[in-house]
């Protein structure tokens, strides 16, 4: 059971937008811990993605954008391409633990 | 190139011992904190060990405590694992991972901006 929680599985089909929420609690997202997100292309290390809530890292496309509000966050795609097709891990940090924590994941299936 | 490279995985027998290496290359490696996320077979990442710059912050996932001891050599560049009285349970694929930190909000925020490859652990009889 992850501390962050999302949704196993969204889909969508090229040039939709699809979203990923990722669900916490007061002691990490709500108690004002910045969520980062992380992609991983089948096979390949996790690469960073957003940054501080909603900051791209240089390279990542602009079609990829973060928010967050409250005890949660998302990730938004627009402009869905078949490269982005991956697991996405949400992440902050939890002060009961003093540890990072990360969401379950979600299998992006472009369709 | 700016890159970490794990190594050191292998097969080994539950209750056994593993020493994991992750070689920096391309940055300042005595400037950051470090850490090691492991992800089991088609499961999601865990947080497993934490090391500060000088070595004087190190954490422990509950569930590795005791049994793993993180350490790294700024001189050489490179960080360990090693993993001791090994279960089934660690089998995972083991990453090194640089951390970034900054403060905002009166918090103190952390992320991981550099990813190595990973290095398969699989503990089986």
């Known amino acids: 059971q992850s501390v962050l929680t999302q949704p196993p599985s969204v889909s969508g089909a090229p040039g939709q937008r699809v979203t990923i929420s990722c669900k916490g609690s007061s002691s990490n997202i709500g108690a004002a811990y910045d969520v980062h997100w992380y992609q991983q292309l089948p096979g390949t290390a996790p690469k960073l993605l957003i940054y501080g809530n909603n900051n791209r890292p240089s390279g990542v496309p602009d079609r990829f954008s973060g928010s967050k509000s409250g005890t949660s966050a998302s990730l938004a795609i627009t402009g869905l391409q078949a490269e982005d097709e991956a697991d996405y891990y949400c992440q902050s940090f939890d002060s009961s633990l003093r540890d990072s924590v990360f969401g379950g994941g979600t299998k992006l299936t472009v369709l | 190139q700016v890159q970490l490279v794990e190594s050191g995985g292998g097969l080994v027998k539950p209750g056994g011992s593993l020493r994991l290496s992750c070689a920096a290359s391309?940055?300042?490696?005595?400037?950051?904190?470090m850490n090691w996320i492991r992800q089991a077979p088609g499961k999601g990442l865990e947080c497993v060990s934490y090391?500060?710059?000088?070595?004087?912050?190190?954490n422990y996932a509950d569930s590795v405590k005791g049994r793993f001891t993180v350490s790294r050599d700024n001189a050489k560049n490179s960080l360990y694992l090693q993993m001791n009285s090994l279960r089934a349970e660690d089998t995972a694929v083991y990453y090194c991972?640089?951390?970034?930190?900054?403060?905002?909000?009166?918090?103190?925020?952390?992320?991981?901006?550099?990813w190595g490859r990973g290095t398969p652990v699989t503990v089986s009889s």
């Open positions: 991972a640089r951390d970034r930190m900054y403060d905002s909000s009166a918090n103190t925020h952390w992320y991981f901006d550099l």
């Open positions: 090391i500060s710059s000088s070595s004087n912050t190190i």
């Open positions: 391309g940055f300042t490696f005595s400037d950051y904190y």
